[in-house]
């Protein structure tokens, strides 16, 4: 069964945002997570991906779930209008991955796709992560998905 819990918290610069976990396969005691969020980029380019409400997702779920879709929408380009890094060739699980308006959308299609022919409970761990990326979408231009794995 879906598990998701939410809390406020406040980031390093002050600002309130909702903490969402949603679990299926993971266990309560995983450490290992990724963390989908909006980006935010200053009038001088800078860039804080702490500003807006994200969705956590642990270990087993990512591997399960996410990461066959990353390496189906792999390679992208780099969505910084300001510093373009080029192309990204691959997911890294370790660090920060930064996905414009368009590759954000792709990963909730291809969520919703994989759940059509699945059972309920996975139905409703891909349509909530889709959800909240859909939700997410008209909030910024650059979405950062940071991971720890």
């Not at 266990?27 to 804080?48: H, K, Q, R, Y």
């Not at 859909?134 to 950062?144: G, H, L, P, Q």
Request: charged share 30%; net charge negative.
């Amino acid at each position: 069964m879906l598990r998701k819990t939410s809390e406020n918290i406040i980031s390093e610069y002050g600002c309130e945002r909702k903490a969402t976990t949603i679990r299926l396969y993971s266990s309560d005691d995983e450490l290992v997570f990724i963390e989908l969020t909006p980006a935010f980029i200053t009038e001088d380019g800078n860039i804080f991906w702490d500003r807006y409400d994200s969705l956590t997702v642990y270990r087993t779920d990512c591997e399960k779930f996410l990461i066959p879709i990353f390496d189906e929408i792999f390679p992208i380009k780099d969505p910084d209008p300001n510093n373009s890094w080029g192309m990204q060739d691959n997911f890294d699980p370790c660090s920060l991955n930064w996905f414009g308006r368009e590759d954000w959308l792709k990963i909730a299609e291809l969520l919703r796709k994989r759940c059509a022919d699945t059972n309920s409970d996975e139905r409703d761990f891909c349509l909530e992560a889709a959800g909240f990326i859909e939700r997410t979408a008209d909030i910024s231009v650059i979405f950062c998905i940071e991971g720890n794995l």
